[in-house]
Nanobody
Framework: VQLQASGGGLVQPGGSLRLSCAAS????????MGWYRQAPGKQRELVAS???????DYTDSVKGRFTISRDNDKNTVYLQMSSLVPEDTAVYYC??????????????WGQGTQLTVSS
C-alpha cells in the first residue's frame, strides 16, 4: 500500500493549511490513520490519529488548532491546521494501518511533506 501526502508549504504565523494523504493499492480495510511530525533535531511525534469509527486523539500542543478527518470511500486522511505557530514547523508524515493484499495487515508511511511556519 502506498501513501501520497500533499499540502505542505510555507505559511505565516496564524495561518492555516490542510494536509492530505491518500492510500492506494490493494486495500480491504483501513483501521487507524494518523499524522506524525518530526522537527529538526527532535524525535518523530504523533500529532493526531483517527480510528475507523471516527474517534480522534491529539497531542496537547495542537488541541483546538488541528482537526483530523478521513474519507473512508477515498482512503484519505486530512489534517486541517489553523492558528499555526513556528513550533509547528516540521516534516509531516501520514501513517495508515489496515488490511491489504492476501488479507495481511499493513502499516504504511507517506513520504513526508514539509510545513514551515515563518514570517
Amino acid at each position: 500500500v502506498q501513501l501520497q501526502a500533499s499540502g505542505g508549504g510555507l505559511v505565516q504565523p496564524g495561518g492555516s493549511l490542510r494536509l492530505s494523504c491518500a492510500a492506494s493499492g490493494i486495500i480491504y480495510s483501513i483501521n487507524a490513520m494518523g499524522w506524525y511530525r518530526q522537527a529538526p533535531g527532535k524525535q518523530r511525534e504523533l500529532v493526531a490519529s483517527i480510528t475507523r469509527g471516527g474517534n480522534t486523539d491529539y497531542t496537547d500542543s495542537v488541541k483546538g488548532r488541528f482537526t483530523i478527518s478521513r474519507d473512508n470511500d477515498k482512503n484519505t486522511v486530512y489534517l486541517q491546521m489553523s492558528s499555526l505557530v513556528p513550533e509547528d514547523t516540521a516534516v509531516y508524515y501520514c501513517n495508515v494501518d489496515g488490511v491489504g493484499r492476501g488479507f495481511r495487515r499493513f502499516d504504511s508511511w507517506g513520504q513526508g511533506t514539509q510545513l514551515t511556519v515563518s514570517s
